[in-house]
């Protein structure tokens, strides 16, 4: 493991002794605790999905490295003020109008004290897109007006129970292994598939229009262009 990495060793041996199972299951060597702990510190149980320092603080780099990977994920949140809070999700990741998030999901707070701020369904909520929906960005609670963490919209600050500070960093571990790793890889190229057919078919209309004004046939964008 990177020695910069905000996930220590101390706090990979309490999750190993105390996240639900569903987050440790990757690696099928491993049948101890021990044998956990050590897989997690050699990066072979969770894929280091992200990293703020490494790929970029912004809302668009998160997503993109987090979006699309169908299993659990461990997310780091380390703030300005010295705190530091760990969200398990056991789903998918994803913009939502409503609360997500299984019976394994929960909110930790890692540091200064360590304890378990809110576990259960449905207290995960991310939308940067409806204004007047709901206050933009991501909120960990199960109702928008009693938060225990909120990262704002540009996901430059954060505002929890005891202050706020700024989002110094994030990091995203993916408990899913090879499997949802190569899942998520291919979604991304379908996507980019995808992308490239609508701006080959995009260029290829422009062409057309092109041709045709030449011709003398008036198209939208040959009336645009016509002053009389």
Known sequence: MQLKSILTPSWIWYMVHNLPIIYLTADAKCSTVNERIASILHGQMWDHLYDSLRDGASLNRFQHHIFGYKSPLIMLFEISDGYVFCLCCDEDFKESPKHFGGVHSRLIQLKPVLKILQEGPNII???????????????????????????????????????????????VWGCGGTKAAQEQGNMRQWEAKQIEKLRKVKNDYATEEVILNLGGVQTRHGYDQNPN
């Open 125 to 171: 909520f991310m939308n940067t897109k409806l204004r007047g929906v709901s206050s933009l960005g991501l909120h960990i609670g199960r109702d928008l007006q009693h938060t225990f963490l909120t990262i704002d919209g540009d996901f430059f600050n954060a505002t929890h129970i005891n202050g706020e500070g700024r989002l110094s960093a994030i990091e």
